[in-house]
């Protein structure tokens, strides 16, 4: 059997890393296996190893790819913004929004894998690509901000990230009741207090 171009190989390992970043964030760490991941990038298990040492290293790219892409598409929405507090409200927005608490396959990594992470062995390398993520989506929210105070505008950002994160998990986690849509109204709300209007999902 004729061996893979290095040029193919690297379209083989982003559509694993790609399929797998969806797939965790969907089914947790824990919920795919190596065979379900690469059939989702359309390879075989057997393949799987040329790639990746471990499914905790895939594990590791798949969380920053997740991030990455998180990043790219929160610059793609801001990119537009007539200022920094429209592209503050584009973020919050879509984060906060039924279609994102509904997709936990698409949304934002710093919500879909926090508890996954969390439950990991100290040790393992997705731990540190999940903080690394974390730390891009903080400068990104920060860099929003221009008070004079580095310090003071990066813990606005941590807030504001955590609100987030926290308010779209718990939606998610009720969003067979109507407190779900609450949540996310309430939230998105505190951070953007020049909208009073009632949340509508």
Not at 36 to 52: I, V
Not at 96 to 102: I, Q, V, Y
Not at 108 to 118: G, R, T
Request: with cysteine; net charge neutral.
């Amino acid at each position: 059997m004729p061996r893979v171009s290095r040029q193919q190989a690297e379209k083989n390992r982003a559509a694993i890393e790609e399929a797998s970043a969806r797939l965790i964030r969907e089914q947790g760490i824990k919920g795919v296996s190596v065979a379900d991941l690469m059939a989702a990038a359309g390879l075989t298990h057997g393949g799987f190893y040329g790639h990746f040492e471990s499914k905790d290293a895939l594990a590791a790219a798949a969380c920053a790819k997740a991030f990455a892409t998180s990043l790219e598409r929160w610059r793609e929405r801001t990119a537009c913004a007539a200022d920094a507090a429209a592209a503050l409200r584009f973020i919050v927005e879509a984060y906060l929004s039924p279609k994102a608490r509904d997709n936990a396959g698409g949304s934002c990594p710093a919500a879909s894998l926090a508890v996954d992470v969390a439950r990991e062995p100290a040790g393992k390398p997705v731990h540190q690509s999940y903080v690394d993520g974390i730390h891009g989506l903080v400068a990104s929210l920060a860099a929003l901000r221009d008070s004079g105070d580095v310090a003071a505008d990066r813990e606005r950002a941590l807030v504001e990230l955590s609100l987030m994160v926290g308010a779209l998990l718990m939606a998610r986690a009720t969003a067979a009741d109507p407190i779900s849509d609450q949540i996310l109204g309430a939230a998105r709300r505190h951070l953007l207090p020049e909208d009073d209007s009632p949340f509508t999902p």
